[in-house]
């Protein structure tokens, strides 16, 4: 049977999934070794976290032998200051480890906190250096839930959790020694056991680090979709959707509880496995041992010691069987942030990045420029394209929805580089210049402002987050803000709400204006800049950008055509290439694009 390229192309993708997944199942704990740089900066802490562990563990690895010595030697010789002073000692040794377990959880518990508080701000600094094509194809939810959900659990396995399968380990060790001092022929039977034990939890908890690492994703499908519905809780709410985003995130939430009982039955059946082998032996230890006492072949004593040295390996095994059911679904946690951090951005610093000129003439050039978005590579959204601003100079772009506008601002700021040709600032490759340095020259205002839940004040200063009150007031004023912050009920220090909610569509392009003067850049991005303001606030801040342009290179994006009547040049854009070039009285005599765009606005506006 002939096999087509596409079904060809499609039993790879399986086959190459598949193969992806079983390698991640081979890493077993691997993931959580990303971990050790951040411990290893608090080496202080490090090492009081290990000596208090060795100390409460070698404390608890005495008991035995002074069980035996009680046995042997104070109950049979009824000697009364014999068990006094053993009481003293156990007193002596109860009090050491009560101080080294406490000191162990301090420094173990501090570290823990250290370390996640350290990664989620790496990871946080990462994402912002990302480039946008990264953010085109990620949900916002499902990282804000990596930067909580995922260090949390991490953060279990940093601290407690990691104490806990050390001081698991080191009595497992100590105690087999001590069984293999006691009595070598009973400590065989129990190291034979061992591995029988030991083999299957490997195994099983390579199967919970996989379902937890299932159980971790859906619930970060849950986690996107509830952000994303409760930031648009207005238009759900407006269409009467409540039960329907209710019940699909009811949906995504019992997704998420189905994985983690697939998680959590995992982990209850490698527990009691692990319960049953592990008292299973020592059952049978106790059983011979009984025996070698009758015969007279072993003291009480010494049988008491060889128990309680194989009770304390048994359970420290058993507790360890549960410990790496969490490290697995720790690892499962460091294996997501992982990816995250190992993502590199698209847009890059160069490796010996090109410094922009020292005095900075806003100048920018497209040349033969060819874009398509990443998730779009087949289409072309700029062609071809070549543009020349000069300093001073205010350019307009006009067309249709599509037509490449936006793009070329995308291009500027350098959020994506071009599929090919070159954009210029001041004469420099912005591809080989440092993207920070490039935007630190450009103001924009896009058609989408973005307002964040802080003050005014304080999202107006985010424009130049070093500037005076009175630099923002300034600021605000020629924008033309100043008279609504004012009269607000705590004026300039008045939190705005998420996403500006409490402020007008105006009032909040206004706060993004001022944001954009305040940067005092030698390059403006307006991307429609007065589109959401009536007719009076427009003619108003139309007055204060035409201040702010002067001697200032600026680049305009406009449906409204009455606000670019004064530019310099107008460029009409379809199909991502300049299909007209002229100021408006040259565009209009030609009768072209523009001269219909024209027509039909300010003869809609007439009618109004």
């Not at 049977?1 to 993708?13: D, I, L, N, Y």
């Not at 009081?48 to 046995?71: D, E, K, Q």
């Not at 859906?218 to 407006?238: F, G, M, W």
């Not at 059946?269 to 020592?282: E, K, P």
Request: proline share 3%.
């Amino acid at each position: 049977m002939k096999v087509s390229g596409k079904t060809r192309r499609q039993q790879a993708s399986i086959v190459s999934k598949i193969n992806k997944e079983e390698s991640k199942d081979r890493l077993g704990l691997r993931p959580l070794t990303r971990l050790f740089p951040y411990v290893l900066r608090y080496k202080g802490h490090l090492v009081g976290a290990l000596v208090f562990l060795a100390l409460a563990a070698a404390t608890t690895l005495s008991l035995p032998l002074a069980v035996r010595s009680m046995i042997d030697n104070g109950f049979t010789k009824a000697d009364s200051t014999f068990v006094d002073n053993y009481f003293y000692a156990l007193f002596a040794i109860a009090a050491v480890l009560a101080i080294s377990s406490s000191m162990r959880y301090y420094f173990v518990i501090w570290l823990g906190e250290r370390v996640v508080a350290d990664l989620r701000n790496e990871v946080f600094a990462h994402l912002t250096k990302l480039s946008a094509s990264f953010f085109d194809t990620s949900k916002t939810g499902e990282l804000v839930s990596r930067l909580t959900a995922d260090t949390t659990q991490i953060k279990s396995a940093a601290g407690a959790t990691a104490s806990m399968a050390l001081r698991n380990v080191v009595l497992i060790i100590g105690a087999i020694f001590g069984m293999i001092y006691t009595s070598p022929g009973l400590s065989l039977i129990v190291l034979v056991a061992i591995p029988i034990i030991v083999l299957p939890i490997f195994a099983f908890g390579r199967n919970v680090r996989r379902k937890a690492r299932h159980a971790q994703d859906k619930l970060a499908d849950a986690t996107a979709y509830a952000s994303e519905s409760i930031s648009a809780v207005r238009t759900l709410q407006a269409f009467t959707n409540e039960r329907l985003v209710s019940g699909r995130f009811s949906d995504a939430v019992e997704n998420a509880f189905s994985a983690a009982r697939s998680s959590v039955a995992a982990r209850a059946f490698l527990t009691a496995f692990a319960i049953f082998m592990i008292f299973a032996s020592v059952v049978a230890v106790l059983w011979i041992g009984a025996g070698a006492v009758l015969d007279g072949r072993m003291s009480a004593g010494l049988l008491g010691q060889f128990l309680l040295f194989s009770v304390m390996a048994a359970g420290a095994l058993g507790a360890l069987s549960e410990v790496w059911g969490e490290l697995s679904q720790a690892a499962g946690a460091a294996e997501r942030l992982s990816e995250l951090l190992d993502t590199d951005p698209e847009v890059k610093e160069p490796d010996n990045a090109i410094a922009l000129p020292e005095e900075a003439k806003g100048a920018i050039e497209f040349e033969n420029v060819c874009f398509s978005y990443p998730t779009r590579r087949d289409h072309l959204i700029v062609k071809e394209l070549n543009l020349q601003v000069k300093p001073g100079e205010t350019v307009a772009l006009v067309g249709a929805s599509g037509s490449g506008k936006s793009t070329l601002f995308n291009l500027a700021l350098r959020y994506y580089d071009p599929t090919t040709g070159t954009v210029r600032m001041d004469g420099v490759d912005i591809a080989q210049a440092s993207p920070q340095e490039v935007r630190s020259r450009i103001a924009l205002v896009p058609q989408d402002t973005t307002i964040f839940a802080m003050s005014a004040a304080d999202n107006i200063r985010f424009g130049m987050p070093e500037a005076t009150d009175q630099q923002v007031v300034e600021a605000a004023k020629l924008a033309l803000a100043d008279e609504f912050i004012t009269q607000m009920k705590d004026g300039y220090e008045t939190v705005v709400g998420e996403r500006g909610v409490t402020l007008s569509g105006g009032q909040r392009q206004r706060i993004a204006i001022a944001r954009a003067i305040l940067k005092n850049a030698p390059l403006l991005l307006l991307d429609e800049a007065t589109s959401a303001l009536d007719a009076e606030s427009e003619k108003l801040v139309q007055k204060a950008l035409d201040g702010l342009m002067v001697g200032r290179t600026t680049i305009v994006i406009a449906h409204r055509l009455a606000t670019v009547l004064k530019a310099d040049r107008i460029l009409v854009m379809d199909g991502g290439k300049f299909v007209e070039e002229g100021t408006h009285e040259e565009l209009v005599a030609k009768d072209g694009i523009y001269a219909r765009l024209a027509r039909l606005q300010f003869e809609t506006e007439m009618a109004a």
